[in-house]
């Protein structure tokens, strides 16, 4: 017994029935064609809670590079602070995590992380500079120097850097050491390219800061050997 395609007329064989018949030119077999040829080039659609890649890259394009690096700078900044004023001591993990829960406080509202890293290390260092001028001056413990509401602590450094700016701005080129250091302790924490000490050691010596020099040096050991 044979049918008849319904859709190109083409008889088709009784046992077949229900299926389209083997004309290769019928519409019927075209059309499913063309369908299996557009499901198989359409992605499926893929939302961020169904795709982990999505979510990343969603975070990624959000806080998440600032928020690694504000921890990463967290790190650096008490280390860097351990060489110039605590250089004898030894903090437990325990002691650090309470130290740099309080640090983080000071890039809480920062848009550029490294700057205010390049801040905060110009402030201590004046601040380091400042206790040295008269001997009954002194640097609070460490959770009382970070501690963001103490306005004797890192804090209070705001106003020796207010002062420095204000005389930049007749004299350009006043305490440009600091600027330099900055920028070999952040160059150092990022990458620690040993090729870098001695260039920066030849610009302390050019600027005579000998004191900038060792600052650095003791801070290099910190960061590389002291605390790990």
């Not at 009784?14 to 083997?22: D, I, L, P, V």
């Not at 077999?29 to 080039?41: T, V």
């Not at 975070?59 to 700078?73: C, Q, W």
């Amino acid at each position: 017994m044979k049918n008849i395609c319904e859709k190109c007329g083409q008889r088709i064989d009784a046992k077949n029935e229900g299926s389209t018949c083997n004309n290769s030119l019928c519409p019927s077999l075209l059309n499913k064609s063309e369908q299996a040829h557009q499901e198989g080039n359409q992605l499926p659609q893929q939302t961020a809670e169904t795709n982990p890649s999505l979510t990343q890259l969603k975070i990624i394009k959000g806080d998440l590079f600032n928020t690694v690096k504000r921890v990463k700078r967290t790190q650096d900044l008490l280390n860097f602070s351990q060489s110039i004023f605590w250089p004898e001591r030894n903090f437990s993990e325990k002691r650090q995590l309470e130290l740099k829960l309080r640090i983080a406080e000071h890039f809480r509202e920062s848009k550029d992380i490294d700057k205010t890293f390049r801040e905060l290390v110009e402030r201590t260092v004046l601040a380091k500079r400042w206790v040295e001028e008269e001997e009954y001056r002194t640097i609070l413990r460490p959770e009382l120097w970070f501690n963001i509401d103490r306005i004797d602590g890192l804090y209070f450094t705001h106003g020796l850097y207010g002062k420095m700016l204000t005389q930049r701005k007749t004299i350009p080129s006043y305490q440009c050491g600091l600027t330099v250091f900055s920028e070999a302790i952040l160059n150092y924490c990022e990458s620690k390219n040993v090729l870098d000490i001695y260039a920066y050691r030849e610009q302390f010596i050019a600027l005579r800061r000998l004191d900038l020099l060792q600052y650095y040096y003791n801070a290099i050991i910190h960061i590389q050997f002291i605390n790990l």
